[in-house]
C-alpha cells in the first residue's frame, strides 16, 4: 500500500477491496434488459455467482433500476433517448420502455435483492445522477465499488467515469458485464484502461477476493445473508 501527505492510497485490487470500504453495484439486471442481451443468461450466471461471494463476504450490495417516466413527465432528453431507442420519428409514438410497475422493471428473479441491500431506481445513465447513490455510499464509508450487470457501453462505463470524478475507485468486473454493442464494449475498456482511474478484473478474481473475508465476523450490523 503506498502512503503519502498522511494517505493510503491503494494501486492493486487487494489493496482496494475490503468490506468495510467496498461495495457491490448490480446495474440494471433486469428483467427486460436481460432478456434484449444475446448473452443475457450466461451474464446473470456470472453475476449470480460476484454476487454471491460479495454476500459471503459480508460487503453491502446495491442494485440500479432504470426506469421509465410517463411520457406526459419525461422530459426532452428522455423523448429523444426513446425516439433513437424504439427507431420511431415522432415523440409521441415512443412507448415507455420500463414502467415502474412493470414486469421488465423488476430485477431479474436469479439475482432477487435481499431486504438487507438497497435498490436504486434512476433515469440517467450513470448511477450517480440525480439518485441516493453517492450520498448512501459514503455515508457507510464506501470509497471503492465493483460493478457487474447490463450494459457496459451504455451505463456502466459512464457511471464508472462519473464515480471517478466523485473520489471512488471502481472495479469493472468485465466478464460479468454485458453488452448490446461489442465494438462499442471494447472502445469503452480501451478508453477507461488508457485514462487509469478504473482498475479492470474478471468475475473469479473479485469472488476470490470478497470470499477472502468469508470467514470473518460480517463488519455490516445486522445484515442477511442469503443463497442466490
Known amino acids: 500500500m503506498d502512503s503519502a501527505f498522511g494517505l493510503e492510497i491503494p494501486t492493486t485490487l487487494d489493496e482496494v477491496c475490503h468490506p468495510s470500504r467496498t461495495a457491490l453495484i448490480v446495474y440494471d439486471m433486469q428483467v427486460g434488459i436481460v432478456s434484449q442481451i444475446a448473452s443475457g443468461r450466461a451474464i446473470t ?5 460476484v454476487l454471491q ?9 446495491f442494485f440500479t433500476r432504470h426506469m421509465s417516466l410517463p411520457n406526459e413527465v419525461a422530459g426532452v432528453s428522455q423523448l429523444r433517448r426513446a425516439k433513437a431507442w424504439q427507431g420511431v420519428d415522432r415523440a409521441a409514438d415512443t412507448t415507455p420502455a420500463f414502467p415502474r410497475e412493470s414486469q421488465q422493471f423488476q430485477v431479474t428473479p436469479e439475482l432477487s435483492p435481499l431486504p438487507s441491500e438497497a435498490v436504486v431506481d434512476k433515469i440517467t445513465m450513470s448511477a450517480f ?3 441516493y447513490l453517492d450520498i448512501a455510499l459514503r455515508d457507510c464509508g464506501i470509497n471503492s465499488f465493483a460493478i457487474v450487470g447490463i450494459a457496459l457501453e451504455v451505463g456502466i462505463a459512464p457511471t464508472a467515469r462519473h464515480a471517478t470524478d466523485l473520489g471512488y475507485i471502481p472495479m469493472v468486473v468485465t466478464d460479468a458485464c454485458g453488452f448490446g454493442d461489442a465494438a462499442a464494449a471494447e472502445r469503452e475498456l480501451a478508453g477507461l484502461a488508457f485514462a487509469g482511474d478504473v482498475l479492470l478484473t474478471e468475475s473469479g478474481k473479485i469472488s476470490e477476493l470478497f ?9 455490516i450490523s445486522g445484515s ?3 443463497r442466490v
Open 211 to 219: 470470499r477472502r473475508f468469508e470467514t470473518h465476523t460480517s463488519l
Open 53 to 61: 461471494a460479495a454476500r459471503d463476504g459480508g460487503f453491502r450490495v
Open 224 to 226: 442477511t445473508r442469503g
Open 129 to 131: 445522477a440525480g439518485t
Open 45 to 49: 450466471e456470472r453475476v449470480r455467482q
